[in-house]
Nanobody, 122 residues
Framework: QVSLVESGGGLAQPGGSLRLSCEVRGLPFSAGLAWFRQPPSKEREFVAAMSWNNIKYYAESVKGRFAIARDNAKITVHLQMNSLEPADTAVYYC?????????????????WGQGTQVTVSS
């Protein structure tokens, strides 16, 4: 059985940092892993993705501020978020797919975490 368990998130001030983690169970180490987010009253959007062999994709809105990393031995993916802005406020979701090819499209991911709230406010 596949499960994705997220941790981290919470409240941060503008310019601050937060780190999200997602532990994946039931998939091989080569699974494609990604982060998406859903801002209030908006559709879910791509944030970052990383393959098992270090291919990384980022949304333009987070390039230079967010960093995705993964531990293949533990099948865990992290999202380090720096220089946070109020526009980063959203529910963040970890996503996984059996294929090792990562994608920016939410429809390509078969498995999802429960979501974790990130709020950026002074």
């Amino acid at each position: 059985q596949v499960s994705l368990v997220e941790s981290g998130g919470g409240l941060a001030q503008p310019g601050g940092s937060l780190r999200l983690s997602c532990e994946v169970r039931g998939l091989p180490f080569s699974a494609g892993l990604a982060w998406f987010r859903q801002p209030p009253s908006k559709e879910r959007e791509f944030v970052a993705a990383m393959s098992w062999n270090n291919i990384k994709y980022y949304a333009e809105s987070v390039k230079g501020r967010f960093a995705i990393a993964r531990d293949n031995a533990k099948i865990t993916v992290h999202l380090q978020m720096n220089s946070l802005e109020p526009a980063d406020t959203a529910v963040y979701y970890c996503a996984a797919r059996y294929s090792g090819v990562v994608s920016r499209q939410s429809a390509d991911y078969n498995y999802w975490g429960q979501g974790t709230q990130v709020t950026v406010s002074s």
